[in-house]
């Protein structure tokens, strides 16, 4: 029995003296205002279930847009206005570059070997420079597209299945299937099976959520060891679904080589000459610990991809004025085409514009995690070395100073300024800014308007009764990527 007391006492005790031994190493410097802390938990009772739009009421409330708070034990700040986004992604990148990582994604080696997590040294620099050069560049991209049309065909095909029985589409869950099919056939030019298709998309969406809900392990530090709510250890038995259905394609693809058959010149081969490369610079040496890291992030990517297909839908069906401008415009480009070539996207500004604004209003990655490698001063204000910075997107990208009726739906707005989201025009950052700006973002460019545009283009669609009625739910659902809580589904009729 006094072990027990003991082992129940002692965590506590030692969240009691870390908040006091912070609160005395706090007091001498000056850090950036915000809402008063209580003892122990901090502000963590300011939080809901959606933190990018609580912190940004808070932000608001306190006028600070950079606010610093107590998240549990945790010192927090948030840069919440365009200035502060730039003073941190721009000025003070070389010392604020580093992820600040929850403790589930601290399981097994998936972090030494993930683009996202990593440090921004050797081995983050390698898998980025991997990215760049061979899956993203602008020579691999067009090399792929017949890849990518492939995949936007049998989204097509899908849709067009459900317009023949009159039946709604579930429209996220069919983007990301496209998205994940895409992805896989950059990846390994080979296509998911429906069943391992399905696998994935489970596993990156409770990964999503997991990775990105309350964890007591992350707002006290000095009890993460005991993994309180078992989030570490679910998120373990994840990664190894998600390497399992990896490994399967690197076993296959080490057969062929084996049995001298061509190759393919597609990401996994590339990876397979060059891991040794990658792995010297830094990353974890465990056997294609690196592909396993690497393809599994960009698997994640996909549901950033269908969340903003899905939204820009959702406010379309909503504003019936933006869909016809769309659709008029696609009409006059793209005529009796069944499918539109990514090359006509620079035909189709309106389309362009209605991408933008959806990613304005609902940025997928709301609320990039950072942490201060070194203490930084941001106007007068003090960002000590170890502090979790977070980025608000959404919050930047509604900035009332930089917007005009910054809630309301209105593509036209981009009509009227060349505003892009490379990470220069601090007020709209939905694919984040600096040396972390998303490196999947000539990729989901595509994918996002090729596919978009396509179901726009082919089809007529409206809402079931019930959703006319009541309204589209656009109740949102907090993960390392936003989806809705309430799936959007609409009904499509063949118009192509
Ligand atoms: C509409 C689609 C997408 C949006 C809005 C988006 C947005 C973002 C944002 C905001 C970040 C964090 C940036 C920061 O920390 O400042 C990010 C990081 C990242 N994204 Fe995307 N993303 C999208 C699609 C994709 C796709 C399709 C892929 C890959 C196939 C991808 C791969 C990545 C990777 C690997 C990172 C981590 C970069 C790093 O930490 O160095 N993203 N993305």
Redesign the pocket.
Known sequence: MPAFFLALALPILLMVVSYILQLFHDSPRRLPPGPRPLPLIGNLHQLDHLPHRSLARLAARHRAPLMSLRLGAVLTVVASSPDMAREV?QRHNADIAA?SIGDSMRTGSHCNNS????P?RHG?RAL?RL?ATELFSPPRLRAMEPLRREAVSTLLRHVSDHAARGAAVVVGAAAHAA?LGL?ARTMYSGDLDPRTAREVSDVVDEASVLAAGPNVSDFFPALAAADIQGVRRRMARLVKRMYAIIDDQIEQRERSRAAGEARKNDLLDVMLDKEGEVEEEGTDDVRHNTIRGLLT??????E??S??IECALAELLQSPNSMTKVQEELNGVIGTKQQIDEADTSKLPYLQAVVKET?RLH???PL?P?EAEATVEIQGYTIPKGTKVL?N?WAINRCPDAWIEPNRFMPERFLEAEINFMGRDFHF?????????????P??YR??HSMLGSLLHRFRWTLPAEVEKNGVDMRERFGLALSLVVPLHAIPQEIH
Not at 297 to 302: A, I, N
Not at 429 to 441: K, S, W, Y
């Open positions: 992604l992820r683009v996202l997590c990593l921004p983050w980025r990215g998205a992805l992030d960009l698997f994640t990517g996909g950033t991809t969340h903003t990613l940025p997928p990655v990039p950072y980025i997107i950052i939905p694919f984040g800014a600096g040396r972390r700006l998303c490196l999947g973002l990729l989901a994918m996002v």
